[in-house]
């Protein structure tokens, strides 16, 4: 089996925990080089101030990737239930459509 073969839509949730930990934990290299490889061999991290985020990277970044969410699913956890107002102002808007705006480049 190549090893391509192996990534799919989960492998992307995967790195999804990842980037959201980078975003909401300030880290120095070091720091964040543990923290990831903690979530690659399935070790805690507790470096989340609120239960809610924390929660939701441990689904993303569950190490059986039949048990990570879907997109779909994702957005009606509750994370994103207590951040809705985040996510509907305009400066997020425009990040997205911008990037979506890119990514239709290619």
Do not use: W
Request: a neutral charge.
């Amino acid at each position: 089996k190549s090893f391509i073969s192996r990534y799919n839509a989960k492998s992307d949730v995967f790195t999804l925990g990842l980037i959201l930990t980078e975003l909401c934990v300030v880290m120095d290299y070091d720091q964040k080089m543990e923290v990831f490889n903690n979530f690659r061999c399935g070790k805690p991290n507790d470096v989340f101030a609120d239960d809610e985020t924390d929660s939701l990277v441990k689904k993303l970044t569950d190490m059986d990737s039949k048990r990570r969410p879907t997109c779909k699913a994702m957005l009606s956890d509750r994370f994103f239930a207590l951040n809705a107002g985040f996510f509907e102002t305009a400066h997020f808007t425009k990040a997205l459509t911008t990037s979506s705006r890119f990514l239709n480049f290619f």
